[in-house]
Each structure stands twice: as structure tokens, then as C-alpha cells.
T-cell receptor
Framework: NAGVTQTPKFQVLKTGQSMTLQCAQDMNHNSMYWYRQDPGMGLRLIYYSASEGTTDKGEVPNGYNVSRLNKREFSLRLESAAPSQTSVYFC?????????????FGSGTRLTVV | AQSVTQLGSHVSVSEGALVLLRCNYSSSVPPYLFWYVQYPNQGLQLLLKYTTGATLVKGINGFEAEFKKSETSFHLTKPSAHMSDAAEYFCVVSDQAGTALIFGKGTTLSVSS
């Protein structure tokens, strides 16, 4: 099925461990995004990639890094996980980085850091 | 800078009643506005969007929203609630550069029989 695929769906990490969240889209979209969702906070932008080869910080980038591996894939890395990074992470994509375009979202990764 | 405020973090209605979810935005440029819905343990789905043109926008599942520039509002309505409408709803504005979407904090809709 066409769309945005995130892996894994669930993950438990110990403080200080590292991991990479994977995201891939097969809609030939140019722009990709990583958000985190916390109760009562809505979704907050971590990083985004407006086009292949570019990445930029969003509202809450500290503690994260990203890689736009190719047009399809955009990964999010936690180098040293902290309990404050316990959250649900959503990857999204859109055809172009233009104000009137909406996103297509993945189903999310639920991350717990203990 | 663009921002959205959703009035009421939780709204409860009876099945068949009117649904009204309130959203006000702040934008220094003509806004592009969206409503997304998130069903329990799922990703987010686009309900409707306003870009230009007609100020009354119709979306999926019988929802609609009206853009009112004078009130800086984009409230979401549905004439008759259904149990399946229970979800979290997000009002969203595009940032000025169009590079990303800015989300409100969400309103959880509960529907009782």
C-alpha cells in the first residue's frame, strides 16, 4: 500500500542507548518531516527535509539528528536517549514544501526511555 | 509568527448532536489552514483544508469548517455526531515560509450514546 512506513512501531530504550527510527515513503514526495507528539502538546517539529539533500531544524531538535538517505527515506537518530525523549514519533511527507499542501503521516513509533 | 489556539482540550457530545470544535489562528500573512483527525493509536489523517477561494470548506466524514478572516477563526463543525467520530482533532496552520505545518494542541472529542 502506498504511503509512509515507519519502523519500528514500538521501542523501549535504556537511558544512554542510541537508536535510529526509520521512515520511508513511496509517493515520490519531495519533503519529509519528523514530529514528536506528547500529551497536551500537539505535534512539535523536530527536523525536516524540504528536498533531497537538505535538512533543517524544527522547533525541538536538541538530542536528535537526521539523515535524508535518498528521496524515499528520512531517518531520525537518538544518539544518547533520555527519559524526556519518551514520546510518539511521527514521520510525514508531502509532495512539495509549499504552504497549501497537507501531509501524509506514518502510523507512528511509540518510544519509551527508561 | 504563525500559531493556532484550540479552545477546549476536551469536548463531549451526545450521538446525533452538533459537533463544534473551535480554532483561532494568528498569522501575519494569508493563512493556509487544515484540520487533521487522529483515531486512537493511529496516525493523523487530513479532514479538510482551506487555501484560497470559498471560505466554507467541506471535508471527509461530513465535517466542514468556515474560514472567517475578521474573527481569525477556522472552527470545525458536523451537524450530527456519530460514535465513530470520537478522536483527537488538530487545527493546523502552515508556517510563513510554507516549509512546515504548525499544530494546535488538539481537542479530544468524546461521543456518548
Amino acid at each position: 500500500n502506498a504511503g509512509v512506513t515507519q519502523t519500528p512501531k514500538f521501542q523501549v530504550l535504556k537511558t544512554g542507548q542510541s537508536m535510529t527510527l526509520q521512515c520511508a515513503q513511496d509517493m515520490n514526495h519531495n519533503s519529509m518531516y519528523w514530529y514528536r507528539q506528547d500529551p497536551g502538546m500537539g505535534l512539535r517539529l523536530i527536523y525536516y527535509s524540504a528536498s533531497e539533500g537538505t535538512t533543517d531544524k524544527g522547533e525541538v531538535p536538541n538530542g536528535y539528528n537526521v539523515s535524508r538517505l535518498n528521496k524515499r527515506e528520512f531517518s531520525l537518530r537518538l544518539e544518547s536517549a533520555a527519559p524526556s525523549q519518551t514520546s510518539v514519533y511521527f514521520c510525514a511527507s508531502r509532495l512539495i514544501s509549499s504552504a497549501n499542501y497537507g501531509y501524509t503521516f506514518g502510523s507512528g513509533t511509540r518510544l519509551t526511555v527508561v | 509568527a504563525q500559531s493556532v489556539t484550540q479552545l477546549g482540550s476536551h469536548v463531549s457530545v451526545s450521538e446525533g448532536a452538533l459537533v463544534l470544535l473551535r480554532c483561532n489562528y494568528s498569522s501575519s500573512v494569508p493563512p493556509y489552514l487544515f484540520w487533521y483527525v487522529q483515531y486512537p493509536n493511529q496516525g493523523l489523517q487530513l479532514l479538510l483544508k482551506y487555501t484560497t477561494g470559498a471560505t466554507l470548506v467541506k471535508g471527509i466524514n461530513g465535517f466542514e469548517a468556515e474560514f472567517k478572516k475578521s474573527e481569525t477563526s477556522f472552527h470545525l463543525t458536523k451537524p450530527s455526531a456519530h460514535m465513530s467520530d470520537a478522536a483527537e482533532y488538530f487545527c493546523v496552520v502552515s508556517d510563513q515560509a510554507g516549509t512546515a505545518l504548525i499544530f494546535g494542541k488538539g481537542t479530544t472529542l468524546s461521543v456518548s450514546s
